[in-house]
């Protein structure tokens, strides 16, 4: 349903509309970062600094940016982003230690008074992925118009930096409607991009809503791009993956559910979206029955579920910290190796805990 297909396509400096790689010279703040730290000093006059890695979330008013971020990292219910208010200032959801995502005013004109409100050329740093969501409900060219302007100014300072056009608002499209909405955006994006000798390399197109797990998908992948060592995690899952047979493993960040990283075999939606499902009944059991642990515990240990996946697969998570967890899917001969998924799960959580400190 999205642009980044099973495994294959454009990502930083690798193949086409599909899978990212990692950036270029991962673990430094390039010039391009220093610029935006710099700048964003000048702006806002405070000693408030930049996270290292961001991703800019970009677009017309009402286009849905604050009811996606307050969905996924507030926990608000679709329903409840009815009414909000439109975003004034730039504000920052926190993920994992140096990724936040930032929320900007929507702007409909490029006036400079507007313009400084979202400045893409002080933002977009070395390790930035911009997300610019069209609500496909309204005039789409007019975004479009947006997402150009957009574009030229953050593809001045990083030609390379990915842009993730997010098809918002799609609830309630028959799939046959929402396939043609994104191939006819897809046309007109990258016939304009060419036309403009815009670099069109690092585009994708994510078909979202609010009201399903779509936008927790479209933003993993998102930021699966700016993780640190996103290659050596996804090594260190394949291992997890063939020592322990299992089939599929997804490494949750627990505040938002967005998944991190994951190993290298197709993803496919259910298997995420019934990851998601099964995280919600775990946290509703267990606010109903805390477990009490003594203080400075790290609560690491394999939780053991049988919920089945077409009545052959089953689903246990490894809680690697209070913030990250492995979700599992293997069959259910796997869930009788108790002890072997505890030792090769002690193994990753350790090696995972290396990369991703709290
Ligand atoms: N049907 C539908 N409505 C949505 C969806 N996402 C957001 N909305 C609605 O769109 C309206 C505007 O949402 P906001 O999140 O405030 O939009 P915004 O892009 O942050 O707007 P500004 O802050 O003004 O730039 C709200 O009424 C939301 O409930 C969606 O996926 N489907
Ligand atoms: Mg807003």
Do not use: W
């Amino acid at each position: 349903m999205n642009g980044y297909g099973g495994g294959g396509g454009p990502g930083a400096g690798n193949n086409g509309i599909g899978m990212y790689g990692p950036p270029n010279g991962l673990g430094n703040t390039g010039p391009a970062a220093d610029i935006g730290l710099e700048a964003e000093h000048t702006v806002h006059n405070s000693e408030e600094q930049l996270a290292e890695r961001r991703v800019l979330f970009m677009g017309l008013p009402r286009s849905g940016k604050t009811s996606i971020l307050k969905v996924i990292f507030e926990q608000e219910l679709a329903y409840d982003t009815l009414s909000l208010m439109p975003t004034l200032q730039r504000t920052e959801h926190r993920l994992i230690t140096g990724i936040s995502v930032y929320d900007f005013p929507g702007i409909d004109d490029f006036s400079d008074s507007q313009y400084s409100l979202i400045n893409p050329e002080i933002y977009a740093g070395e390790f930035t992925s911009l997300v610019f969501v069209v609500d496909s409900q309204s005039d789409i060219q007019s975004s479009l118009t947006s997402l150009f302007s957009v574009v030229r100014s953050a593809q001045s300072v990083n030609p390379h930096i990915p842009i993730n056009v997010f098809i918002n608002k799609v609830d309630g499209l028959s799939d046959e409607l929402k396939q043609d909405i994104q191939h006819d955006i897809q046309q007109r994006v990258l016939k304009n991009m060419g036309y403009e000798n815009l670099n069109s390399a690092n585009v994708h197109f994510l078909l979202t809503t609010i009201f399903n797990e779509s936008i927790r998908e479209a933003l993993s992948k998102v930021v699966q791009y700016l993780v640190p060592r996103n290659s050596s995690l996804e090594t260190i899952l394949n291992s997890f993956c063939s020592k322990s047979s299992l089939d599929k493993v997804f490494l949750i960040d627990a505040a938002t559910k967005l998944y991190l990283a994951t190993d290298s075999s197709p993803t496919y939606s259910p298997q995420y979206v019934f990851a998601c499902q099964t995280i919600d009944a775990m946290d509703e059991i267990a606010g109903m029955c805390p477990v009490q642990t003594s203080e400075g515990e790290v609560d690491s240990a394999m939780q053991r579920i049988t919920i089945g996946l077409d009545g052959i697969a089953e689903v246990f998570i490894y809680q690697i910290n209070g913030n990250l967890s492995l979700f599992c899917i293997g069959v259910s001969q796997v869930i009788n190796q108790t002890s072997l998924l505890e030792f090769n799960g002690s193994k990753i959580a350790k090696a995972i805990r290396k990369i991703l400190p709290p």
